[in-house]
């Protein structure tokens, strides 16, 4: 976790872990697509062949602000491969949360398990705390070989971490997974955000600060979008599939389908900007 005092920001880095080809790559061009344009920057791999082997994808995205602090996370992807284990030592250095993407298929297993045994490594190697967050991914949930949850968790789960099924392919999971590990990442960055760089004093916002922005997901279509001041139990229609959503869990971004009183009693929405992306803070409307 970089934190700077001065500008009031905070960035986070995540990093997605597991055997290769079990869909890393594809939860964070999912993540890309699927985050409002301005709060996602580019996608970049970075890739060099020379004695020491460096491979990794970056996503950057801005969740938002907490205690007055914008945060920033930064999504990280290795390679599974054995002769990239310089390569995840390196990345996972210093990440504040780690998703371990498995590959559910049964032949993949033994892949699995050497990966999880590599990251349990390199955090005991990194003396990386104990408490760190990890989601784990159940990927390719779709494939006729796949083993279910409960097969997998008891030799792939020992810590019992949190856990979501996914096929990444269609983005099924994948906004959950990644909702569920930057809100575990900030429960911890609130703690952080909380004392200043001097003299450890609780940071409070300015009388005159900007309201909390929050991201939010369409529990229909899993399009995300910027809210401004929004809370639980507000309204709003998405603008990529016309669903109705009222937010159930403002922290962790979550909605669902509002009670049909909720919406006799709402206000009409003013016309807006109905592109997928783009929000209105004064209609609730995207």
């Not at 061009?29 to 970075?46: C, F, W, Y």
């Not at 950057?60 to 002769?83: A, C, N, W």
């Not at 310089?86 to 996972?92: I, P, Q």
């Not at 949190?162 to 809100?183: P, Q, R, W």
Request: aromatic letters at 6%; glycine letters at 8%; hydrophobic letters at 40%.
């Amino acid at each position: 976790m970089r934190v700077d005092a001065a500008n009031r920001e905070i960035t986070c880095k995540v990093v997605y872990y597991g055997p290769g080809m079990s869909g890393k790559t594809t939860n964070l061009k999912q993540i890309h697509d699927r985050a409002p344009a301005r709060n996602v920057g580019e996608m970049v791999t970075l890739d060099t062949h020379s004695e020491r082997t460096l491979h990794f994808e970056l996503l950057p995205v801005d969740v938002g602000t907490v205690r007055g602090f914008s945060v920033r996370f930064e999504f990280y992807t290795v390679p599974g491969q054995s002769y990239y284990a310089a390569t995840r030592r390196l990345v996972l250095d210093g990440a504040d949360g780690v998703v371990f993407v498995a590959d559910s298929r049964r032949e993949a297993l033994d892949e699995n398990i050497d990966s999880m045994n590599d990251l349990l490594d390199n955090l005991r190697h990194l003396k990386m705390p104990d408490d760190i967050p990890v989601i784990m991914q159940y990927n390719k949930q779709d494939l006729p070989s796949a083993l279910k949850p409960e097969q997998l968790e008891p030799l792939l789960n020992s810590r019992r971490w949190g856990s979501f099924t996914s096929i990444a392919t269609t983005g099924e999971g994948v906004i959950e997974t990644m909702k569920a590990i930057t809100a575990k990442v900030v429960e911890k960055v609130s703690v952080q955000a909380a004392v200043t760089s001097s003299g450890g004093v609780a940071a409070q916002p300015s009388a005159g600060s900007r309201p909390q922005t929050w991201l939010i997901t369409c529990f229909r279509c899993m399009n995300m979008l910027e809210t401004v001041g929004a809370k639980r139990g507000d309204l709003f229609t998405c603008g990529a599939c016309g669903a109705a959503l009222e937010i159930s869990d403002i922290e962790h971004g979550v909605t669902r389908a509002p009670a049909p009183a909720a919406l006799s009693a709402a206000p009409a929405p003013a016309p807006v900007d109905t592109s997928p992306f783009q929000a209105s803070a004064a209609t609730g409307t995207y």
